[in-house]
């Protein structure tokens, strides 16, 4: 079948697409017992205009000729003419542990024939019962939670709290983050293909980003992965001279950038997602740390796309760095794809909040918290932090071979567990981005190969594998082998 799909499409796709498009694979796309049900949906064309006239023109698609999808199972996902691919993004970090998984329908069924909302004005028992059980995944003292529904609102509220339970404003953040599209958020970020070009909250301030691969220090024996990058360094095999680099930054940020007695906090994330997945030198996230908090700020760690098992060692990526912070958002995989967030905090930090009156409407409602307590069940029942150690391990071991086959093509492979990255480049010798277009006609052979990957990186140059975590070996197979194959051919038209 997969062939039919392709030569249908074969009048479609740009000339320099045709070579991959049409070349076979060696294995087909791995077997699933479940059977979609049809869909009625509007036809592409309907979609198109519809798109093109009521969706804000903001919203962009990801490939040239993107499917329609209708269905999803599992890691699966299929298009309205019965096409099925598999998905190794999972709805952008966030369908943690498989389309339409049996308990999640089944509990969101339940609880839509109970309660669907209310508000926090009233006590209710699924809010509660979640709380408890969310907060047993963190050490002691951060036992305090308040739900939202974004990652967005989840950091712009851990920055209100930061900046209330010091009585400070300066944030530090780090170059290449990304925190949301809200408006402190937004001026927080630093990837400025998602900045508008209007003025920026005050109070915000970037120090560099510690990327042993596109930083200006580190190298092969920096980072906390199986993969080190395949750039030189002075780095010794336990000594870290690029984060030594990298601190003396911050504390020169702290320095020289932020008044006396003004300093709130810093934010990171545990690895770095729309920039890129970078990894930072083993020991930066713990010395920022203790620097931090010699300061008198508050540290912010997010996990949005870090946290639920998906690094395979911890459960939370600030764990795989030694530290405890103070303050912890998620959202993403926490509700599996329905909307929700939350901030997990100390009772201290969390009493600044009671300077004034503060909701969210939707936040932590009956269906989301129903939805979020199954996840973190199924996530322990199903040992899905171990398949994201094993399987993770698998694929980015194999993708690491395809860096050496292809050195002039993949300059980087990087991450932990179940998130991934591929950086794509023109040649080795000068590491400079691969150029749009090509970027382009790769993500989109990977996808007529019915394989779907994200992409991110400070260039939009950059590969990003996450997908849900009940994926098996077979999958891993097949998307090494798909990579493998549209690498190759991009290669040889080079």
């Not at 059977?35 to 309907?46: C, I, M």
């Not at 999972?90 to 369908?95: A, E, H, L, Q």
């Amino acid at each position: 079948m997969h062939l039919r799909i392709l030569k249908s499409k074969l009048l479609e796709l740009p000339l320099n697409n045709l070579q991959s498009s049409v070349r076979t694979l060696s294995s087909s796309l791995p077997p699933t017992s479940y059977k979609p049900k049809n869909h009625e949906s509007l036809t592409k064309d309907e979609i198109v205009k519809i798109h093109r006239e009521n969706l804000n023109p903001c919203l962009l698609y990801l490939y040239r000729d993107p499917p329609v999808l209708v269905s999803g199972k599992m890691q699966y996902v299929w298009d309205r003419d019965g096409h099925r691919y598999l998905d190794m993004f999972g709805g952008i970090v966030t369908t943690s542990v498989g389309h339409c998984h049996d308990r999640l329908v089944k509990v969101l069924k339940e609880q839509a024939e109970k309660l669907w909302h209310t508000s926090s004005l009233y006590l209710i028992d699924e809010v509660h019962r979640y709380a408890a059980k969310l907060v047993e995944k963190f050490p002691k003292h951060l036992k305090n939670v308040f739900f939202c529904n974004s990652g967005s609102e989840a950091n712009e509220l851990a920055l209100l709290m930061a900046r209330l339970h010091t009585r400070g404003n300066d944030i530090i953040g780090l170059r290449n983050c990304y925190h949301g599209c809200s408006p402190t958020t937004m001026s927080l970020l630093s990837i400025g293909s998602w900045k508008y070009p209007i003025p920026q909250s005050p109070g915000i301030l970037h120090t560099p980003c510690p990327d042993p691969y596109r930083g200006r220090f580190g190298g092969k024996n920096c980072r906390d992965s199986l993969i080190q990058t395949n750039k030189t360094c002075e780095c010794a095999q336990n000594e870290c001279q690029a984060c030594d680099m990298y601190i003396e930054d911050l504390q020169e940020i702290m320095n020289s950038g932020v008044p006396r007695e003004s300093f709130a906090g810093f934010i990171a994330e545990s690895i770095q997602g729309v920039g890129g997945f970078v990894q930072f030198p083993k020991d930066y996230i713990r010395r920022a740390y203790d620097l931090v908090k010699k300061s008198g700020g508050v540290f912010i760690i997010d996990e949005v796309q870090t946290g639920f098992g998906r690094l395979g060692t911890h459960y939370w990526g600030f764990e795989s760095h030694g530290i405890v912070p103070d303050i912890v958002t998620m959202a993403k995989g926490i509700g599996n794809g329905f909307p929700l967030s939350a901030v997990v905090t100390t009772d201290e930090i969390a009493s600044s909040m009671k300077k004034a009156y503060f909701f969210n409407t939707f936040g932590g409602n009956p269906l989301a918290s129903r939805v979020g307590l199954e996840v973190l069940q199924i996530i322990d029942d199903e040992k899905m932090m171990e398949k994201s150690r094993t399987l993770g391990e698998k694929l980015i071991l194999g993708l690491a071979k395809l860096r050496d086959s292809y050195p002039d093509v993949v300059g980087d492979v990087r991450g932990k567990g179940l998130m991934i990255a591929v950086e794509l480049i023109k040649s080795a010798a000068s590491r400079e981005p691969i150029t749009s277009e090509g970027f382009a006609d790769i993500l989109e052979n990977l996808k007529d190969h019915s394989l779907l990957i994200g992409k991110g990186g400070t260039y939009g140059t950059v590969l990003r594998i996450t997908p849900p975590m009940c994926i098996n070996e077979q999958d891993v197979d097949y998307t090494l082998q798909v990579i493998d194959k549209v690498i190759s051919d991009h290669s040889k038209r080079r």
